[in-house]
């Protein structure tokens, strides 16, 4: 290209972004418009509730609504049986409550409808996985990044009210003793229910206008270099160059790296972490890492967003902080950042040069599954861009996903942990550990994406699922759901809890197993059903209500894409001839896997944290945590609630959240579609689970579990030979992972 048919194209680019910024303009007005005529639609229905006459299928058909948005709209419309509807307001005069148990006072509680026992092997049905040759065990599943959630503070909620609970197989419960404690250092949390009335219509509604739609734009790739802090070594393009980074300061490290890469936006420490530096004058390692962000410079400022309370751009993390910085005489000039390497991969002794070479396989793996690809500053950012990509052009959800109310969003939050984290203490283990043997799901999340809720939720009451024939209470358990149940702990039961209950403190959940222990919790439909079908002995499960969303594919076609990539890398990690190119590949699946594990985090989007900056002498925001001072400026941070994010969906990370929690308890091998194995806590002894690690599990003997290298499959991680004293906490336990670790790295395994 010469310089005569560059400058054409520059004048065709300015015609075409002319062009582009009218079609936006005019997309805007057609959606302002859209919401007009919406909301003209939306009181229309509501005015044809006024005729006696009025059907709600009639109305459906004519406005374009499905039968449950009219109904939502215009209550009076619904056309549930009088039979159905009346249950949920009168007592049924056919069953007398059992007499209750013995309780300081009498408390009102909600009336529930008993769970069917679901004989085995009625399994939640999974796709069939193609048959894989066999494979060397490189690609596991990492340290546990993803811990048990930190539930919002959430206002107690109306409890369901208190129907009868009619038909053949179901308990009608009136009154049961107080919930006993959890055998934990914490007491019982209780969580938010649905309540009744006007205030729960909110539960069953969307958030008007929000969308999670496929984006119009590309995303614009920033200019990248890689930097061994430790060694001043900075790998820029295709070269090797030494730095003098001075006292290692964030303006001494951007002054280095400018001066020889200028246009530099991005900088990722590979080894170094020049943000631990002098940590030992701070009381916490937060208070190191801020004010290691905020050093003075003459020549660089923080870039600030604009905003009420002026956005610092800074985000203070122990391990991974983010610093952006501009340039101090021209601030609006453009901003670059300062990362972790550690947020994408564990460099684990790589050098910068690998690194470097990593990232760029991750790129071509993933360019060759979306054309547009980009890779962002992090990994969520960059699953979440990837993800958008896939949103569908035709069928139902072609013009998006709608994002759940604010009320739904608070509820799944409260309600729904991450992953499982619990050190199983004596006497449910020995004293002594006859070993300690760690196995890892590899890529666990990944088998756990084909199907996932959609759509608005239809709730379901006690009295509705009792209403329901056992085929279909088997078919909701069964569906993208989220269960609010009474559990009792069946007597004799001698092994491992399966579902979580609700504590307060910093584990926030734990997984009673004494017999005949009671809770009242929320779970998710994998895992409620699995306690009423597991092999061992079906759990009491009490319905008190539930919310129940249509079956849809929504992360079906992100997760195929990413999962072929980490495939890709996988085999060139294993198969390449050079060493430093099998490094790079290996790191470079693991940065798969961080797109998938914290894209799918980012869908949950909890509360967001918020930080910020005000200059020494004024008032700070409200509420606010004081994170570091200096001469100049207070660093702060605070929760500020839910944000109108477009790609808000914890529906889908809880789904898949609650799949694996279950599959740490019994997963299946499959065959085509024949179950020909299992493997998970249940299928070991009683007595020899240690701990669960939200993606992996430690026993005190191995297992007969083949590792076919897919992902979901367990792959045996490290062996510790005994005996071992039981570890007394997670630090203690996590020391005795490592060496279990590099005794089987010494030792070598075998697994079949």
């Known amino acids: 290209m010469d310089r005569k048919a560059y400058t054409a194209e520059l004048a065709g680019l300015r015609e075409l972004r002319a062009g582009i910024t009218s079609a936006e303009k005019q997309v805007a007005a057609a959606q302002k418009e859209l919401d007009k005529l919406t909301a003209q639609r939306a009181r229309r229905v509501a005015g044809l509730a006024a005729y006696e006459g009025a059907k709600a299928d009639a109305v459906a058909k004519a406005s374009g609504l499905s039968v449950g948005d009219v109904v939502r709209i215009a209550p009076l419309l619904d056309p549930t049986p009088a039979a159905v509807r009346a249950a949920t307001a009168a007592p049924s005069p056919v069953q007398a409550p059992p007499a209750p148990g013995p309780v300081a006072e009498p408390v009102a509680e909600p009336a529930v409808a008993l ?113 061994d802090a430790a060694a001043g070594m900075l790998a820029v393009r295709d070269q090797m160059v030494r730095l003098d980074l001075g006292a290692r300061t964030p303006g001494e490290i951007l002054d280095a790296v400018l001066a020889t890469a200028p246009g530099t936006e991005r900088i990722y420490i590979t080894a170094g972490a020049p943000w631990h530096d002098g940590a030992e004058r701070y009381s916490t390692l937060k208070d190191a890492v801020a004010a290691w962000l905020n050093t003075p410079s003459e020549r660089w400022t923080t870039a600030v967003g604009a905003g009420r309370d002026k956005l610092a751009g800074h985000f203070v993390h122990q391990r991974q902080p983010v610093g952006r910085y501009a340039p101090a005489a021209a601030p609006d000039s453009g901003s670059t950042e300062i990362r972790s390497m550690g947020e994408w991969f564990d460099p684990d002794g790589a050098d910068v040069v690998t690194c470097r070479q ?202 195929k894409r990413l999962k072929a990539a980490w495939a890709d890398l996988t085999n060139l990690s294993r198969v390449h001839g050079d060493e430093r190119r099998r490094t790079a590949a290996y790191l470079a699946s693991r940065a798969v896997r961080s797109v998938l594990l914290f894209g799918l985090g980012g869908f949950a989007q909890r509360p967001r944290l918020v930080s910020g900056t005000t200059p020494v002498g004024e008032a700070l925001p409200a509420g606010v945590e004081i994170l570091g001072q200096d001469d100049a400026v207070v660093t702060w941070q605070r929760q500020a609630g839910f944000s109108r994010d477009p790609y808000a969906h914890p529906e889908w990370a809880a789904y898949v959240w609650s799949g694996a929690r279950a599959a740490l308890l019994d997963m299946k091998y499959r065959q085509g579609k024949d179950v020909i194995g299992h493997a998970g806590a249940l299928h070991a002894k009683p007595g020899t689970v240690v701990y669960f690690g939200t993606d992996g599990i430690a026993l005190t003997e191995r297992q007969p579990w083949p590792y076919r290298g897919e992902p979901g499959d367990y792959l045996l991680k490290g062996h510790l030979t005994g005996p071992v004293e039981h570890p007394t906490s997670q630090d203690e336990y996590l020391k005795l992972r490592g060496q279990g670790r590099a005794e089987l790295a010494e030792k070598g395994t075998e697994q079949q």
């Open 358 to 559: 990593a990232f760029t396989l991750l790129w071509q793996a993933l360019r060759r599954h979306w054309d547009d690809a980009v890779l962002m500053g992090s990994p969520s950012q960059t699953g979440r861009d990837l993800w958008s990509r896939t949103v569908p052009t035709t069928g139902k959800w072609a013009g998006g996903y709608p994002v759940l109310s604010e009320e739904l969003r608070g509820l799944l939050h409260a309600t729904g942990g991450q992953g499982r984290t619990e050190l199983i203490l004596p006497p449910r283990v020995p004293e002594r550990l006859p070993a300690l043997v760690e196995y890892d799901r590899t890529f666990a999340y990944a088998k756990h994406l084909w199907k996932s809720p959609v759509g608005t939720p239809r709730r379901i009451t006690a009295a509705a699922f009792s209403a329901m024939s056992e085929q279909e209470q088997t078919k909701a358990l069964m569906s993208c759901s989220h269960w609010n149940v009474r559990v009792t702990v069946p007597a004799g039961w001698n092994h491992v809890g399966l579902l979580p209950a609700p504590v307060t403190g910093d584990r926030a959940w734990v997984y009673p197993s004494e017999p005949g222990a009671t809770f009242t919790t929320w779970a998710g439909g994998a895992e409620v059903h699995l306690a009423l079908s597991n092999h061992l002995t079906p759990w009491r499960i009490e319905i008190l209500g539930g919310l129940l969303f249509e079956d849809g594919k929504p992360l079906d076609d992100w997760g």
């Open 115 to 227: 769970a069917p026992v679901l004989t085995r092997p009625a399994a939640v049905p999974e796709p069939p996985a193609p048959a894989a040759p066999a494979a060397t065990p490189t690609e596991v599943e990492a340290e546990d990044q993803a811990v048990a959630g930190q539930p919002a503070p959430a206002a107690p909620a109306a409890p369901v009210a208190a129907p009868a609970v009619p038909a053949a197989s179901v308990a009608s419960v009136a009154s049961v003793a107080a919930v006993p404690r959890p055998a934990a250092e914490a007491g019982p949390r209780e969580l938010p229910a649905l309540p009744e009335g006007p205030a729960g219509a909110r539960f069953e509604a969307v958030t008007t206008g929000l969308l999670s739609k496929r984006p119009n734009f590309v995303q614009q790739a920033r200019s990248t270099v890689f930097l």
